[in-house]
């Protein structure tokens, strides 16, 4: 159990905005965050509908039906988010 889980619980949307800090720099597809933190494609689908919609995340259509998705490193909100997730873990273990 890592320091975020510790304080607020495993949910799928915390799972699916971890793996996203993790690799802030590298675009992904919704069924390549599914693979890398074990949840379902429908799962990664409604969470990260919301984090889009605040910004926190960018959606990128890639043709007709795929789409990638990458943390907006433009957000202050992405920000204080990445900042606090190293913040926590250098502080809880």
Known sequence: MDSMEKIFGKTAQMTVLKNLIENKNEPTYLSGIAEATGLSNSSVSRVITPLVESGVI??????????????????????????FYNKINQLVD
């Open 58 to 83: 960018l959606e990128k259509p890639l043709g007709k039906q795929i789409r990638t998705f990458q943390l907006n490193m433009e957000s202050e909100a992405t920000n204080v988010i990445i900042e």
